[in-house]
Structures are given as structure tokens and as C-alpha cells.
């Protein structure tokens, strides 16, 4: 019985721990920011060479 007694204790422990160490992360950030209506990626974010893949990919669609 004490056995499963000090299993119950390490495993609240460990949620314990668990559940602080989570809030500690910034798990928000990672979320994608309000949709303002446009589909897709932000175009002025984009690299020169995604651009130029899009492009040719566009061109071979056509």
C-alpha cells in the first residue's frame, strides 16, 4: 500500500512540475496572428527565390 501510495505522490509531482514548466512557455506566440482577409502568406514578407518558385510554378499551371 505504501508503494502505491509514494507512486501517487511522484506522479503528482510530476504533473505538478509539468503544468508549471508549460505555463512558463509562451505557447500563444505561436499561434497565427487575426485573418485581416487575405488568404495565404503576407506578401511583403516573402523571399526573392519563393517569389520566383511561385512564379514558375504559376507558368507551368498555365
Known amino acids: 500500500m505504501r508503494t ?3 507512486a501517487l505522490l511522484v506522479s ?3 504533473t ?3 503544468a508549471l514548466l508549460l505555463d512558463q512557455l509562451d505557447l500563444d506566440a505561436a499561434r497565427p496572428r487575426p485573418d485581416d482577409g ?3 502568406p503576407n506578401p511583403d514578407d516573402m523571399a526573392e527565390e519563393d517569389v520566383a518558385m511561385m512564379l514558375n510554378e504559376l507558368a507551368s499551371q498555365l
Open 4 to 6: 502505491v501510495f509514494r
Open 12 to 14: 503528482a509531482a510530476a
Open 16 to 18: 505538478g512540475v509539468a
Open 38 to 40: 487575405v488568404p495565404g
